[in-house]
């Protein structure tokens, strides 16, 4: 009889994937579904310059992102629900959760030209998980027992990710309705606009007096803070799908200057974060001998990088700005060039057969920064 031995070839490979493929999902970070935003948007801002090919490739990758993150999200939350209510109340990473919800409308948005429903459906299951986000995590941290100290104690870059995600109902609601000519659809985008633009300003004073007032060390200067420029963009994005509406409503007229006023004002702010926030990451890594590594967060910035680009070409447009389109149609390649560094960075850290124990979501969720 053939007797059940294992090779060394499956030692090394077989049980070590299946522990290591549950070691993932244990340790999934709220902010996994970075990944699909950057690859989604960067496949939006290729579109926009005509390379069709890039763009169905990204999509297909984002495709295949979110759903794999769904599955592990699931089996995540329930094999670890302690751990995910942890990760839910602790302020220094619970805002990573927003991930989910513009991930879920990245994705959608590059649907909608050939399969508005899928856009739909999406922006559908987005929203439970946006009213979870600010009605359920928000007014526990406010209101629950303050294990980590105060919330704004720990306030961070991935807190703008809220924002993100409000704008992002925002930019599919003005998509759909601009597509599908659904007036109320219009009203709620610009309502999620507004509610958007609020909670940026607010968020800025928040995490900025932070920033001024604590000593910051090269751990705590993550790539996160790449959002605040990240959250400008998309609410310029979302400014554009508002302005594009068609001008029939009372909202959309009493509005309209407005928005168009504010959007290019938002769209300069954001221009003028990127040098800041290269300086950032020259002092961190540069300066300060901060090893270059994978880590979740660098997804916050390429994100932000593909935003910037779609926000500057659609806007650009629509204004008659050609120097802001061509900022936008520029940046597209670098948010490209940095997707496949921050891939390269990805793939060889997932073929290291010894992971770090403590990943950097664990290390911000214990240190608090």
Known sequence: ????????????????????????????????????????????????????????????????????????????????????????????????????????????????????????????????????????????????????????????????????????????????????????????????????????????????????????????VRPTYWVYMGATAITVYAGWSILSLLGDLPIMKATHDFISGFTFMLWAFGVWWIPILVIFGIWRHAVKRYPIRYETELWSMVFPLGMFSVASIHIGELLGLPVVHDMGVICTWIAGAAWLVVTGLMLWSAAQKNPPEQTTTEKIAHSGL
């Open 1 to 220: 009889m053939a007797t059940a031995k294992l090779t060394e070839s499956e030692k090394d490979t077989g049980y070590p994937l299946a522990e290591r493929l549950t070691t993932a999902v244990r340790k999934l970070p709220p902010g996994a579904f970075a990944f699909v935003m950057a690859t989604g948007i960067v496949a939006a801002a290729f579109s926009l310059v005509g390379q069709s090919t890039i763009t169905m490739v990204l999509l297909v990758i984002a495709v295949g992102g979110l759903i794999a993150l769904l599955i592990a999200l699931g089996w995540r939350m329930i094999r670890h629900w302690d751990l995910v209510h942890a990760d839910s109340r602790n302020p220094a990473i619970a805002f990573g959760y927003a991930t989910i919800v513009a991930a879920l409308n990245v994705v959608g948005a590059l649907f909608f030209s050939f399969a508005p429903l899928v856009t739909i459906v999406l922006l559908c299951l987005s929203f439970p998980f946006w009213l979870l986000l600010t009605y359920g995590i928000a007014a526990a941290m406010m209101l629950g027992p303050q294990h980590h100290g105060p919330p704004a104690a720990k306030a961070n870059g991935s807190w703008f990710i809220w924002v993100v995600a409000t704008q992002s109902l925002s930019v599919v609601t003005g998509i759909i309705d601009h597509g599908l000519n659904i007036n109320l659809l219009g009203v709620i985008a610009v309502g999620m606009w507004s509610i958007g633009v609020v909670l940026y300003i607010i968020l800025t004073v928040i995490i900025t007096l932070r920033l001024m007032t604590t000593t910051q060390d090269a751990f705590g």
